[in-house]
């Protein structure tokens, strides 16, 4: 079945410990990206990436880290987790010809 | 600040009415435009993906770009219950890369 997953689904931390919220795809997909969704703003893009070591910002990159090095995989790292990165993450991918993007089921995140 | 624009809502329609949601978007440049459907809790699905000026039609639903407007919006014929979900219109920059601005979303309601 072609899916996006992502884990943990749910996760409450606390304040400066360190969190990787893994991504993985298996549809061979070129681009992934990440956003996060907060009630009134809707989704909003933290990192993309075109494909294996190509990343790029999004619009709310502060405070996230991602990498791509293999293809099926995009994790996003919060080095230093605060309150106000508490949200609902999502992963998605696409292919490099078509530009409609799929998404994983959502990771919650609540940092004390 | 690239943005995307819808009304929040809620809009409510009876069952079996035309539901009709809007857009606007402020990058000139855009190319790539779509509406996802996102149910509470759950994760975003694309409706429709609309690239150039007209209408496209899916089924019950209609996409609508006006690029010289900067204006895409959604028709949905026949409404059911079972749409009753948030709406979310998504444009990508034409930066080349695979940069997505969401609009917050549009709550519809079908009544039965």
């Known amino acids: 079945e072609a899916q996006v997953t992502q884990n943990p689904r749910y996760l409450i931390t606390v304040t400066g410990k360190k969190l990787t919220v893994t991504c993985s795809q298996n549809m061979n997909h070129e681009y992934m990206s990440w956003y996060r969704q907060d009630p009134g703003l809707g989704l909003r893009q933290i990192y993309y990436s075109m494909n294996v070591e190509v990343t790029d910002k999004g619009d709310v990159p502060e405070g996230y880290k991602v990498s791509r090095k293999e293809k099926r995989n995009f994790p996003l790292i919060l080095e230093s987790p605060s309150p106000n990165q508490t949200s609902l993450y999502f992963c998605a991918s696409s292919t490099s010809g078509v530009r409609e993007q799929f998404f994983g089921p959502g990771t919650r995140l609540t940092v004390l | 600040q690239k943005e995307v624009e819808q009304n929040s809502g809620p809009l409510s329609v009876p069952e079996g009415a035309i539901a009709s949601l809007n857009c606007t978007y402020s990058d000139r440049g855009s190319q790539s435009f779509f509406w996802y459907r996102q149910y509470s809790g759950k994760s975003p699905e694309l409706i429709m993906s609309?690239?150039?000026?007209g209408d496209k039609e899916d089924g019950r639903f209609t996409a609508q770009l006006n690029k010289a407007s900067q204006y895409v919006s959604l028709l949905i014929r026949d409404s059911q219950p079972s749409d009753s979900a948030t709406y979310l219109c998504?444009?990508?920059?034409?930066?080349?890369?695979?940069?997505?601005?969401f609009g917050a979303g549009t709550r519809l309601f079908v009544k039965a």
């Open positions: 609309i690239y150039s000026n």
């Open positions: 998504a444009v990508q920059l034409n930066t080349g890369g695979f940069k997505t601005i």
